[in-house]
Nanobody, 125 residues
Framework: QVQLVESGGGSVQAGGSLTLSCVVS????????MGWFRQAPGKEREGVAS????????EYGDSVKGRVTVSQDSAKNTVYLQMNSLKPKDTAMYYC??????????????????WGQGTQVTVSS
């Protein structure tokens, strides 16, 4: 059974930082895509970042480029999302997702088969 468990969310003031973690189990972690998505109330889910676990190649959504870094610890089957210079518009539920086995790690939901329950990030002004 595939499980993705996110942690690290919370409340922070604008300009602050947070690091989210996603621990993956029951899944072939190596050479796969892992993604971070977010969804704010009343808005569609948005791709934030992805990483190809084979070599660490990363992609970022336009709205977060330069402010977030996705990384991994393959020994722990864990993916991280470090977020800096947070803004109120970053407030959302953040989800970790595991890919469908392909090597194209674009930020499209259909490329990811498994999802975590999410962790809330709230940024106040």
């Amino acid at each position: 059974q595939v499980q993705l468990v996110e942690s690290g969310g919370g409340s922070v003031q604008a300009g602050g930082s947070l690091t989210l973690s996603c621990v993956v189990s029951g899944y072939t972690y190596s050479r796969n895509c892992m993604g971070w998505f977010r969804q704010a109330p009343g808005k569609e889910r948005e791709g934030v970042a992805s990483i190809w676990t084979g070599d660490g190649r990363a992609e970022y959504g336009d709205s977060v480029k330069g402010r977030v870094t996705v990384s991994q610890d393959s020994a722990k089957n864990t993916v991280y999302l470090q977020m800096n210079s947070l803004k109120p518009k970053d407030t959302a539920m953040y989800y970790c997702a595991a890919g469908n086995g392909g090597s194209w790690c674009a930020l499209y939901e259909y490329l990811y088969n498994f999802w975590g329950q999410g962790t809330q990030v709230t940024v106040s002004s």
